[in-house]
Nanobody, 116 residues
Framework: QVQLVELGGGLVQAGGSLTLSCAVS????????TGWFRQAPGKERDFVAG????????WNGDSVKDRFTLFRNNAKNTVYLHIGSLKPEDTAVYYC?????????WGQGTQVTVSS
């Protein structure tokens, strides 16, 4: 019954920032690999960043890593993605995930829209 609830999306001007959160209920997220994907309209869902089985950060390219920050608060069972210097190309639905022993589960998605 582990579930993921995402918050923090919104409409932001280019150059601004957002912090997305993904709260885990029904379990302790630190026990599972967790992280983030994003999907722009008409495009594939692409990996952004996450924690692997060794609890190390994994990133999909330096262009993302230079502006994004992955962090978590174990006491709150929450993983975060801070997005700085937002660009219009960052516009997408952002999905968090957790890899359980029975498979991967997803958050509901949160929309990030960046205006020029």
């Amino acid at each position: 019954q582990v579930q993921l609830v995402e918050l923090g999306g919104g409409l932001v001007q280019a150059g601004g920032s957002l912090t997305l959160s993904c709260a885990v209920s029904g379990g302790t997220f630190s026990r599972f690999p967790t992280g983030w994907f994003r999907q722009a309209p008409g495009k594939e869902r692409d990996f952004v960043a996450g924690y692997n089985l060794k609890d190390a950060e994994v990133w999909n390219g330096d262009s993302v890593k230079d502006r994004f920050t992955l962090f978590r608060n174990n006491a709150k069972n929450t993983v975060y993605l801070h997005i700085g210097s937002l660009k219009p190309e960052d516009t997408a639905v952002y999905y968090c995930y957790a890899d359980l022993s029975i498979g991967r589960i997803w958050g509901q998605g949160t929309q990030v829209t960046v205006s020029s």
